[in-house]
């Protein structure tokens, strides 16, 4: 029996639901196999005869790279990013003649923040001057500044109105003072819709990292993984790196915390790669007894530090599951997203959610075969789309396209927190090129990154 999607998002809709199981329509007839894939067939054992060597692909979807300027130490504190605020520090060192250093920005949430200042104190990490700006519109028409310190020494704290350009500069002398608070100085304009800002899927202030471990979990020696890269760098597609060899003997491991600064230090990628790169990792193994697919595994883990200049805060991001292609579509991908920077949620936060498309067809076999993507959001409480539909055109083979903050990408009102994505491919056929979907649910306040691999709705692999 197929269902028509209205009706699918209609039930789910009656029924309470926000997610969509696999199989929602009737999968197109199979599609050919996949070129750059070995033939899935284990290796049969005889008797007096040794095992065949095999092969088969596992591919990480999700890789991502990225450097901040000036390697993270910015020396301005933002807040509110919806109606921006620019916060910056100069200190004076009494105790050895009046050194002056600028604060180096560390930022905890949308409304708060400190400043260290490693030039005085050679410590990035020793929090001294803090910040906090609210938005009390509702109550008297203006943002509210707190500031208190943990340091003796002299400052002037600026803060800078990005909307109304409004400057102010708070100073304090020598000794313990107290710190301070202004509630009037940033009067805002008249009080409209809430706004929100798109996030960016990394740290601003932080290098993101992908983390790989690849095991042969056999006793065989003479195994074999082949990596190879394929990425976009500047926002335009860049294509792939050579394959890169990496032996792996009997119940060894390949283990790298930054798998794209791994292939820049050989040489495969530009180092403007290196810094700002999206993409996603072939790795296909050679010589294993059979092809079962757990002899030879990947793991993948997406990261950034909280802070690049405060590593004892630690660090957030998603773990990845390589995916085996099962559920791989040449039809309809279907996922759930979530929105609410708006409204936060108290058990969720605030989240905003990334959406990401790739064309599985790495190998250009038989031909080089683009793939363009429609991409359509329904509510749930009604059963009809909303929003605007978005197209991904001409995703080339081995391209993964983002798109960051999917809701505000398509203009969803903002009273929707909840929608179910469907990725259609146009022209489908048995014989197109497949694709595979996530979706990133991250937190705007913390940074902490959530993967969810999207489901195969039609034209099932």
């Known amino acids: 029996m197929k269902f028509s999607r209205h009706a699918i998002a209609a039930s789910l809709a009656a029924a309470g639901l926000a997610s969509i199981a696999a199989g929602a329509e009737a999968p197109s007839a199979t599609r050919a196999r996949?070129?750059?894939?070995?033939?899935?067939?284990?290796?049969?054992?005889?008797?007096?005869?040794?095992?065949?060597?095999?092969?088969?692909?596992?591919?990480?979807?999700?890789?991502?790279?990225?450097?901040?300027?000036?390697?993270?130490?910015?020396?301005?504190?933002?807040?509110?990013?919806?109606?921006?605020?620019?916060?910056?520090?100069?200190?004076?060192?009494?105790?050895?003649?009046?050194?002056?250093?600028?604060?180096?920005?560390?930022?905890?949430?949308?409304?708060?923040?400190?400043?260290?200042?490693?030039?005085?104190?050679?410590?990035?990490?020793?929090?001294?001057?803090?910040?906090?700006?609210?938005?009390?519109?509702?109550?008297?028409?203006?943002?509210?500044?707190f500031y208190g310190h943990l340091t003796d020494l002299i400052y002037d704290l600026t803060v800078t109105d990005n909307v109304t350009h409004t400057t102010h500069t708070y100073h304090k002398d020598a000794g313990n003072q107290p710190g301070g608070f202004d509630t009037g100085t940033f009067v805002a304009p008249a009080l409209g819709a809430p706004t929100t800002k798109a996030r960016r899927v990394v740290s601003p202030d932080a290098n993101l990292r992908t983390s790989v471990d690849i095991s042969n979990n056999t006793s065989s020696d003479g195994v074999n993984a082949v990596l190879q890269y394929c990425y976009s760098a500047a926002g335009a597609w860049a294509g792939c790196t050579t394959q890169q060899s990496i032996p792996l003997q009997h119940f060894s491991n390949f283990h790298q915390d930054d798998i794209v600064g791994y292939l820049g230090s050989l040489g495969l990628l530009p180092q403007s790669a290196v810094a700002d790169s999206t993409g996603t990792l072939l790795v296909t193994f050679s010589n294993l007894p059979s092809q079962q697919g757990w002899e030879g595994t990947v793991s993948a883990s997406t990261y950034n530090r909280v802070s690049e200049v405060d590593p004892l805060r630690g660090t957030v991001g998603c773990g990845i599951q390589p995916s085996l292609f099962f559920e791989s579509a040449t039809g309809s991908l279907v996922g759930t997203a979530r929105f609410t920077v708006p409204s936060r949620s108290a058990e969720a936060g605030s989240i905003s959610s990334t959406l990401g498309i790739h064309n599985t067809d790495a190998t250009n076999a038989p031909a080089p075969k683009t793939v363009t993507v429609d991409v359509t959001l329904y509510d749930p409480a009604t059963g009809l789309p909303v929003g605007s539909a978005l197209t991904l055109s001409n995703i080339a083979p081995g391209e993964l396209r983002l798109i960051d903050d999917i809701f505000t990408a398509a203009g969803v009102p903002t009273n929707v927190t909840t929608v179910i994505v469907f990725a259609d491919t146009r022209n489908t056929s048995g014989s197109g090129p497949t694709i595979e979907g996530f979706i990133l649910d991250q937190d705007t306040d913390s940074l902490d990154t959530r993967y969810h691999e999207m489901k195969c709705a039609a034209g099932c692999f």
């Open 34 to 145: 996949i070129a750059r894939i070995a033939p899935r067939a284990a290796a049969e054992t005889k008797a007096g005869t040794a095992i065949a060597a095999s092969s088969y692909s596992v591919e990480v979807p999700y890789i991502q790279s990225y450097a901040p300027p000036n390697g993270g130490q910015s020396g301005t504190l933002v807040l509110n990013s919806a109606h921006s605020f620019d916060v910056t520090l100069v200190a004076t060192d009494q105790h050895h003649g009046n050194a002056t250093g600028n604060g180096v920005a560390l930022p905890q949430t949308d409304t708060f923040g400190y400043f260290s200042l490693p030039s005085i104190t050679q410590n990035p990490s020793n929090p001294e001057v803090f910040v906090k700006i609210l938005d009390a519109r509702t109550i008297n028409g203006a943002y509210w500044v």
